[in-house]
Structures are given as structure tokens and as C-alpha cells.
């Protein structure tokens, strides 16, 4: 069975400055990835997705990650935060074969000061 | 607008008292699936419904029900409500489960059982 781990429960960090966090899966098949960003009060929004292709994905308002298959990891990445970052972001996942329902990291906190 | 809506967003309640939170969908998806968000659990699934009259079991679903007489509602019921039941509930739907993962998300309803 598919399992997300984000090992980061929270991420202080200053405005402008780069900012990683991290995603583990586990899966014995071919998987689909994604990162889905929760601002205050909100529901989730998708941010990114990896399906097949190009490895390094993008979003429109900064933020990559990149599949690593070797590492089974999907960490995301923005070279310069902005207080408008401050949110919670989830890794997920969705195994290509079965019930292919998406399974959901315990996320992360991102917390960016001024 | 192309929106997911649950109501009611906030509600306390008491032991035993059963209680509805409707999910409504426009942008007549196939698939709807409700979560519980926990802190450090992150999202876990309830029940999910591939088309009208079509529903299964996720991974958290003792003691709720769900029906989809129609396309467009989902609603999730707690029939004797415990305060285990307390969280922070979320109503999703896509095109079609699991093609591409892309979740659209309700702004949730908090709950709290007393």
C-alpha cells in the first residue's frame, strides 16, 4: 500500500529566503505525485503535479519539485519565500493501479516572517 | 463559479444527536470522497463515491454514511456522533477518480462533538 512521509511538521523561515520541503513515498508500483497548498481557513488547492515526463515540475507562483524515483522522494522547492507562502502544504499520492485513491502526508507548516 | 460547498462550516453539537453536512458540487464530476483532517494525521479518507449509487468505504469510515442519490450532493452523516468525531471535515471532488489526482476541495466544516 502507497504511504507519504513528511518528515517536516513545521518550517520557520525568513521572507526572501529559499525554502525545501521534504516528501517520501512508498509504493511497489508506478505512482502519480502532487502537492496541494491549504492557506488559513481554506480548503486544499492543488499546487503542482508530477504524472510522467520531465521530472522537475513548476507552479505558477514559484514553487518546484522534482521526482526522484531512485530516492522515491518529491521535495518541493522556492528559491525566495514571501509572506503570502504562509500556509500548509501536502505531498500526495496516487499509485496508477487499484483504488488509485490519493493518500495524504500529515504536512507541513510553512511559516514565513518578515 | 466552479465551487464545492459544504454546509454548515462550523457546528458544535452533543453526543447521540445525529447530524447531516451537505456537499454540493457544479461542476457535475463524477467522483466525491469526504476527509478528516487531524493535526499530524494530515488527510484521511471517509468514504468516497465514484458516480450515483455508487459509494465505498476509505480508510476512516466507522461511524458515517454517505449517500449520492444525485450527482452533485454528497452528504455525509453521522448517525450517533462521539467526540472522537471532532475534527475538521472536507468534501472533494474530481472529474474522475484518480486520472490526475486534481482534487477540487469545499472550505470545510469544523466540528465538535461535546
Known amino acids: 500500500a502507497q504511504s507519504v512521509t513528511q518528515l517536516d511538521s513545521q518550517v520557520p523561515v525568513f521572507e526572501e529566503a529559499p525554502v525545501e520541503l521534504r516528501c517520501n513515498y512508498s509504493s511497489s508500483v508506478s505512482v502519480y505525485l502532487f502537492w496541494y497548498v491549504q492557506y488559513p481557513n481554506q480548503g486544499l488547492q492543488l499546487l503542482l503535479k508530477?504524472?510522467?515526463?520531465?521530472?522537475l515540475v513548476e507552479s505558477i507562483n514559484g514553487f518546484e519539485a522534482e521526482f526522484n524515483k531512485s530516492q522515491t522522494s518529491f521535495h518541493l522547492r522556492k528559491p525566495s519565500v514571501h509572506i503570502s507562502d504562509t500556509a500548509e502544504y501536502f505531498c500526495a499520492v496516487i499509485e496508477g493501479t487499484g483504488r488509485r485513491a490519493l493518500t495524504f502526508g500529515s504536512g507541513t507548516r510553512l511559516q514565513v516572517q518578515p | 463559479e466552479a465551487q464545492v460547498t459544504q454546509n454548515p462550516r462550523y457546528l458544535i453539537t452533543v453526543t447521540g444527536k445525529k447530524l447531516t453536512v451537505t456537499c454540493s458540487q457544479n461542476m457535475n464530476h463524477e467522483y466525491m470522497s469526504w476527509y478528516r483532517q487531524d493535526p499530524g494525521l494530515g488527510l484521511r479518507q471517509i468514504y468516497y463515491s465514484m458516480n450515483v449509487e455508487v459509494t465505498d468505504k476509505g480508510d476512516v469510515p466507522e461511524g458515517y454514511k454517505v449517500s449520492r442519490k444525485e450527482k452533485r450532493n454528497f452528504p455525509l452523516i453521522l448517525e450517533s456522533p462521539s467526540p472522537n468525531q471532532t475534527s475538521l471535515y472536507f468534501c472533494a471532488s474530481s472529474f474522475r477518480q484518480g486520472t490526475t489526482g486534481e482534487l477540487f476541495f469545499g472550505e470545510g466544516s469544523r466540528l465538535t462533538v461535546l
Open positions: 508530477y504524472l510522467s515526463g520531465s521530472t
